[in-house]
């Protein structure tokens, strides 16, 4: 039982020391992928303050929404989701095609 318990505790303090990579979530014939992404983002538990001095002002900035607030700010490239005022997640934007001349 205690081998058990210090395994799963072992497990989490590696995943907890694992580093941290930025991918992109792809669809391709139908199946979810990831794709590595070399946008930076805002590292998990920022301040909505020292994002707006690292990535400067948002694109957009959309209003709390739920219980706890979840707040969503655009930047090119990325969206910044917050809980209250700190981050709980980046993710990479698609691509925007290119228009035709």
């Given at each position: 039982?205690?081998?058990?318990?210090?395994?799963?505790?072992l497990?989490?303090?590696?995943?907890?020391?694992?580093?941290?990579?930025?991918?992109?979530?792809?669809?391709?014939?139908?199946?979810?992928?990831?794709?590595?992404?070399?946008?930076?983002?805002?590292?998990?538990?920022?301040?909505?303050?020292?994002?707006?001095?690292?990535?400067?002002?948002?694109?957009?900035?959309?209003?709390?929404?739920?219980?706890?607030?979840?707040?969503?700010?655009?930047?090119?490239?990325?969206?910044?989701?917050?809980?209250?005022d700190?981050?709980?997640?980046?993710?990479?934007?698609?691509?925007?095609?290119?228009?035709?001349?």
């Amino acid at each position: 039982m205690r081998s058990a318990i210090l395994a799963g505790g072992l497990a989490l303090v590696c995943l907890g020391l694992a580093p941290v990579t930025r991918a992109e979530t792809i669809v391709v014939d139908d199946q979810v992928q990831l794709r590595q992404s070399g946008i930076e983002t805002p590292a998990r538990g920022s301040s909505m303050k020292s994002v707006e001095a690292r990535f400067g002002a948002p694109e957009t900035r959309h209003a709390a929404v739920g219980k706890p607030p979840i707040t969503r700010w655009d930047y090119p490239g990325f969206s910044v989701y917050f809980e209250y005022d700190h981050v709980v997640h980046a993710v990479a934007s698609a691509p925007q095609p290119a228009s035709a001349p």
